[in-house]
């Protein structure tokens, strides 16, 4: 079956830098894909998606990178600041469904 | 704008009890709408979805059931939980399968 998954359990970064979480995919029948932001005891929120027709879309503050050729997904977020601290997860639609990654937890160093 | 609608936030709840959560969303009409079960380390595992009311697709046989009543309440439900049946269940809406979905803030389930 499909699968959609993160390079990286976890990632530490200074308040500041910028942050690069990554993301794989299976098959490459998926055309659309979304990264998620959650925080502690909440539910996903959509941050931004990207068609496979574009290789990159920006938002305020990230970026995301889709490579078709070997099928990576990548979410950039510009100068981390504490509140970015949470758990990114990126999704994949296939078929009528989406399929999501176990999640990176990305904390941010004062 | 539409905002979605989950309770109660946490349960706890004795094996062989029965179980009932709510989802409703507000502000959108005819939405699908999705439950999720999300594990520690793992992604969000589809439980059911729905396209309409009385319309329930189920994708993992399990101890549960989903239920439509109206256009924008969905239910899920269980006659007897089981110890694995724990969880942080999420519910879901979305306009159409090919955009985002956007999820409620889930509901803590312990079994005892």
């Known amino acids: 079956g499909e699968s959609v998954g993160l390079h990286l359990p976890t990632l530490s970064v200074q308040e500041g830098d910028n942050s690069i979480i990554n993301c794989a995919y299976s098959n490459s029948a998926s055309d659309y894909f979304i990264w998620y932001k959650q925080e502690s005891g909440k539910g996903p929120q959509f941050i931004i998606d990207i068609r496979s027709n574009m290789d990159k879309r920006q938002g305020q503050r990230v970026t995301v990178l889709l490579n078709k050729t070997v099928k990576h997904l990548s979410l950039q977020i510009a100068a981390t600041q504490p509140g970015d601290s949470a758990v990114y997860f990126c999704a994949g639609l296939y078929g009528q469904n989406f399929v999501f990654g176990p999640g990176t937890r990305l904390s941010v160093l004062p | 704008s539409q905002t979605i609608h989950q309770w109660p936030a946490t349960l706890v709840q004795p094996v062989g009890s029965p179980l009932s959560l709510e989802c409703t969303v507000e502000?959108?009409?005819?939405?699908?709408l999705y439950w999720y079960r999300q594990a520690a380390g793992r992604g969000l595992q589809l439980l059911f979805y729905s396209v309409g009311i009385g319309q329930i697709s189920s994708e993992v046989p399990q101890n549960l059931s989903a239920s439509r009543p109206q256009d924008r309440q969905f239910i899920l439900s269980s006659k007897k939980l089981l110890l694995s049946d724990s969880g942080f269940y999420l519910c879901a809406w979305n306009r159409d399968s090919n955009q985002p979905q956007h999820f409620g803030d889930g509901t803590r389930l312990s079994i005892l």
């Open positions: 502000g959108t009409s005819n939405p699908n």
